[in-house]
């Protein structure tokens, strides 16, 4: 008996109505450098133009998913959001070296056709990529049924910035003294969502549309606050002369929570000390320590606890950053300093 490609799992029909979505969402997030170009097999963006002439560029680039933050979704039927995820987990690392994001591409696997469901992962890669002000210049869509189960699927992210050689922020400029901005993050992000999972739904016994009176949000909206993208925010502190000039490292809290990241930028002999008395954490991350009965330690070294990014920078820079934090809508906190140390990072309590 003859088989179809339909037959094997792949529709493509359905395939076809979920492509010819996308080219909308993608136009939205076009920047002047991005060159037209029909039916081409990639994307094509030029580095100099719409005001901008690089001496000396260096691309920088980073990839990542959305981890099992995916299954959250799953749960909860929302998937228009995780997109944002993607595209800030991905960004808010190439912001770390100094450099300008320039464009987006994704990757998404699916079990079987779904127009709705591509779509609405998409959308939320164009809202990121607005946010970051990077072009999504393409991607690619797969399907493949037995290796996904119906329904399921996976996202990976892949962005390109940019970054004078000369402005790299490697950590070299790093001293004793400067003193650690931290910038509040919107959540858990996108990270340490397995024991998330663990205590929410496993020792908690919770639903995704269980109503948390003390965060007054149901579990579902808790857990899919999308990652903050702080593009905006660095950008202009690199950029305005009252911060540029001081601004000496970043780092971007992900899995391994605020020291082991902000360690990753401190150059040797030197030491950042963070003072956890300095902020309070979001009523969100003691709600989750409670559910799992979660040790202290644990919960510092798998979740941001509140700062998704750290400005290292000199003292005499601090008001203006956090004066720039503000206009951005942001808050911050001074959450530590820089001392000489052998330990990369330390909490003091």
């Known amino acids: 008996m ?6 094997a799992g792949v529709d493509l029909e359905s395939y076809e109505e979920a492509m010819a979505r996308l080219p909308a969402l993608m136009k939205r997030t076009q920047t002047p450098r991005v060159l037209p170009l029909v039916g081409g097999f990639a994307g ?30 799953m749960l909860a039927g929302r998937y228009d959001t995780i997109g944002i995820d993607l595209v800030g987990m991905c960004v808010n690392d190439c912001l770390c070296l ?56 996976d996202m990976a992210g892949f962005c390109v910035g940019v970054v ?4 790299i922020l490697d950590g070299k400029a790093i001293r004793a003294g400067d003193v650690l901005v931290g910038i509040e993050s919107s959540g858990f992000h996108s990270n340490g969502y397995s024991l998330v999972r663990k205590a929410v739904f496993g020792a908690a016994g919770l639903k995704v549309t269980d109503h948390v009176p003390e965060l007054n949000a149901t579990v579902g909206e808790v857990l899919l606050t999308p ?23 970043l780092a971007h809290i992900t899995g391994g929570g605020l020291a082991d990241n902000t360690g990753r930028v401190i150059p040797a002999g030197l030491q950042a000390a963070i003072f956890r008395s300095r902020w309070t954490p979001p009523a969100m991350f003691s709600w989750l320590q ?5 040790a202290r330690e644990e919960m510092y070294q798998v ?3 509140g700062i998704g990014m750290v400005v290292c920078t000199r003292p005499e820079h601090v008001s203006a950053v956090q004066a720039i934090v503000s206009d951005c809508g942001m808050k911050s906190h001074l959450v530590g300093e820089v001392r000489p140390g052998t330990e990369p990072a330390v909490y003091v309590d």
Not at 49 to 65: E, H, M
Not at 231 to 244: F, I, M, P, S
């Open 303 to 305: 979740f941001n606890m």
């Open 44 to 73: 094509l963006f030029g580095l100099n133009g719409d005001g901008k002439k690089y001496r000396d560029p260096v691309l920088v680039s980073g990839t990542d998913g959305v981890g099992t933050k995916i299954k959250v979704a």
């Open 290 to 294: 409670g559910l799992g009965d979660i």
């Open 98 to 153: 100094g450099a300008e994001p320039l464009f987006f591409l994704d990757y998404v696997a699916l079990g079987q056709d779904n127009p709705d469901l591509t779509t609405a992962l998409v959308k939320g890669v164009s809202d990121g990529c607005v946010d970051a002000k990077a072009a999504l210049i393409g991607g690619e869509t797969a399907i493949m049924p037995d290796l996904y189960a119906p329904g399921d699927f």
């Open 2 to 7: 003859a088989i179809s490609y339909k037959d």
């Open 164 to 167: 004078e050689r000369d402005k």
């Open 227 to 249: 990652t903050r993208i702080y593009a905006q925010v660095v950008q202009q502190l690199l950029n305005d002369e009252r911060t540029a000039p001081g601004v000496t490292g």
